[in-house]
């Protein structure tokens, strides 16, 4: 099984591809943090394209993260499941909120900041980002899921953990 997280920054991705980890047993890449280091530097581009591809070898996994550079439709095509987490701004600012307490306690540097949050309101909902997003629908829509809030999120978490206890 593989699966690709994409969507807007502080949406969820990384609870949701934690959560489907931790049920699955599978192996989970955060892009975030394999493209910085915990003082939010960018690590060498060949470096991480190598451990992208390296992880994308294996037989099942997890990945979230929108980086086109990094193997992005790579990742569409081999994607048994394609998911966008699209929530509302404020959604959001609250996840990245909530994410600097849990990323702080892990050792990494602070990155709330005034830039940061603009990106969040703004910035990563770009016309030209929204479009990219409908195209995924639109190319992959046999594969694609779209959760737009936190409860079609934890929903969706149920409905997998329903769905498979009846296979069992």
Not at 32 to 45: E, F, I, Q, R, S
Not at 57 to 79: F, H, M, P, T, V
Not at 108 to 120: C, D, G, K, R, T
């Amino acid at each position: 099984m593989k699966i690709a997280v994409f969507g807007y920054s502080g949406g969820g991705k990384s609870y949701l591809s934690d959560k489907l980890s931790e049920h699955y047993g599978i192996p989970v890449m955060h892009l975030d943090t394999v493209k910085y280091d915990k003082n939010w530097v960018a690590k060498d581009k060949t470096l991480v394209l190598n451990q992208v591809a390296l992880f994308m070898e294996k037989e099942s996994w997890i990945i979230d993260g929108n980086y086109s550079a990094l193997y992005q439709k790579e990742r569409l095509l081999a994607a048994d499941e394609i998911i966008i987490v699209k929530p509302g701004r404020l959604r959001c600012l609250w996840g990245v909120i909530k994410r600097e307490k849990e990323y702080r306690k892990k050792g990494y540097a602070h990155s709330l900041n005034f830039e940061f949050i603009s990106f969040v309101l703004f910035g990563g909902r770009t016309k030209k980002r929204r479009q990219h997003y409908k195209d995924i629908e639109n190319q992959y829509k046999d594969k694609t899921t779209v959760i737009r809030t936190k409860r079609q999120l934890n929903e969706y978490i149920k409905r997998r953990e329903r769905r498979d206890q009846l296979c069992q």
